[in-house]
C-alpha cells in the first residue's frame, strides 16, 4: 500500500529557508517588513519545495486567526462605504480575512464594545467612526490585541494608532470660504448632539462654523442652527424651516454632503436658485458631491481606511512599532453651489408657491 505524501507545511518552509514561520508569512503577503532580497529567497524556497499555503494550517502554524474584526457604523453610508473599500482594497493584498461588525442601533453600538475580542478570537481591531466613550476606553486600553482607531478618537487610547480628520478646523474653513465670499447670514445643518452613538463630527464641524463667525464679528443666530437625524430628507425638512424664515440665510453649511443634497432639494421645491438665492456648501465629497456640482469640503475617506489598515498589519508584524496619528486635513472643493449673495430677487420668493395666503 502506497503510503500517502505529507504536504509540506510554512514551518519546512521556514526550516528550509533559515527563517522564521512569521518571516515567511509576511513575505507571501507582501510585507514591507520584509527585504526584497528574503522575500525573494523564501518564494524561491516554497517554489522548490511545491510549498501550497493552507491558510487553516498557515492560522495554526503562526498562532493567530488570520482574522481582523472591524466595527463600523451604517457601512452603507457614502462616507463610511468609502473609508471601508479603502480597508477591503489593503486586506486584499493580504491573508487576512475581515470580519465587518456593523452598527446601525444603539444597542448593537452598547454591545460591540461591551466585550473586547481576544486573540483567540480575531488578531486585532479596526474602529472607524465610534468615538469610544470613558468606560470603553478604558477596555481598549487593557486590550490583548492591537488596536487601531479611524475617524474616532479618545485622549486616553494613545497607545493604539489613529487616523484623525480635522473636523473643528475643516468646520473653519467652510464657513470662512462663504464669509469670504460676503455672506453674513450663514446657517447650519448637522446631526442631533444628543446621541447615544457618540458621533462627534457634525458637532466638531458646527464648533468650527461658531469659530468663524465669532472671528469675522459675526454673532451666532440660534434661528440659523438645525440639527436633525442624520439623511437626506431630514436635512431637506431642516432647510425648509431656515429657508422659509422671514430673514432667511443666504447660505447654509451642511455637515455632511448627504444633508447638503437635501438643502439643494429643499432650495428647489422653494423655487429658490442655487447659488444665486442660497449658497450651499457640504462635507465629506462623497462621489455625488461631484456630480451635482456642490461646493464641499474634501475627505480623505478612502485613504484614511487603507491607512488605517495598514497601521494595523504593521503592528501584527512588529509589535514593538510605536504608535502613531495620521492628520488627513479637509480640502476645501468649490464647485457651482457657491457664489457671493445677490440682491434680493422679488420674483424669488422664500415661501412655497402652494403655501395659503394669510393676508
Not at 493552507?54 to 473609508?83: C, E, H, M, Y
Not at 474602529?127 to 476606553?137: F, G, K, L, Q, V
Request: aromatic share 4%.
Amino acid at each position: 500500500m502506497t503510503r500517502r505524501k505529507q504536504s509540506v507545511t510554512i514551518r519546512d518552509v521556514a526550516q528550509a529557508a533559515k527563517v522564521s514561520p512569521g518571516t515567511v508569512s509576511r513575505a507571501m503577503r507582501g510585507s514591507e517588513l520584509v527585504n526584497e532580497e528574503t522575500r525573494k529567497h523564501i518564494l524561491q524556497v516554497a517554489q522548490t519545495l511545491n510549498y501550497t499555503p493552507n491558510l487553516s494550517a498557515q492560522r495554526l502554524s503562526i498562532g493567530r486567526t488570520l482574522s481582523i474584526k472591524v466595527i463600523i457604523p451604517f457601512f452603507t453610508r457614502p462616507a463610511a462605504a468609502a473609508r471601508l473599500n479603502g480597508v477591503v482594497n489593503v486586506l486584499a493584498e493580504s491573508n487576512y480575512d475581515l470580519i465587518i461588525h456593523n452598527v446601525s442601533t444603539p444597542e448593537q453600538r452598547r454591545t460591540c464594545l461591551e466585550t473586547i475580542p481576544t486573540p483567540s478570537q480575531v488578531d486585532a481591531l479596526l474602529i472607524i467612526s465610534i468615538c469610544p466613550t470613558d468606560e470603553e476606553a478604558r477596555r481598549l486600553a487593557e486590550a490583548e490585541l492591537p488596536v487601531t482607531l479611524v475617524d474616532a478618537y479618545h485622549e486616553k487610547l494613545t497607545m493604539h494608532h489613529c487616523v484623525r480628520g480635522m473636523d473643528v478646523w475643516g468646520g473653519r474653513q467652510a464657513t470662512e470660504y462663504l464669509i469670504q465670499l460676503g455672506h453674513r447670514k450663514i446657517g447650519f445643518i448637522g446631526d442631533r448632539v444628543d446621541t447615544p452613538f457618540n458621533f462627534i463630527s457634525s458637532r466638531d464641524r458646527h464648533l468650527g462654523y461658531q469659530q468663524a463667525l465669532e472671528t469675522a464679528g459675526i454673532k451666532p443666530d440660534a434661528a440659523y442652527y438645525r440639527e436633525n437625524d442624520h439623511g437626506r430628507k431630514e436635512a431637506r425638512a431642516s432647510a425648509k424651516e431656515l429657508l422659509t424664515l422671514p430673514n432667511r440665510p443666504t447660505a447654509i453649511f451642511a455637515a455632511s454632503d448627504t444633508q447638503a443634497i437635501g438643502v439643494l432639494e429643499a432650495a428647489r421645491e422653494l423655487e429658490l436658485r442655487v447659488p444665486e438665492d442660497v449658497s450651499v456648501i457640504g462635507y465629506d465629497d462623497i462621489e455625488v458631491a461631484d456630480i451635482v456640482g456642490l461646493t464641499t469640503m474634501r475627505q480623505q475617506l478612502f485613504k484614511s481606511g487603507e491607512i488605517g489598515i495598514q497601521l494595523l498589519l504593521e503592528k501584527l508584524d512588529h509589535e514593538e512599532v510605536n504608535p502613531v496619528c495620521e492628520v488627513l486635513p479637509p480640502q476645501l472643493t468649490p464647485r457651482h453651489t457657491t457664489a457671493p449673495p445677490q440682491p434680493s430677487n422679488p420674483r424669488c420668493s422664500a415661501v412655497p408657491p402652494d403655501a395659503p395666503n394669510t393676508s
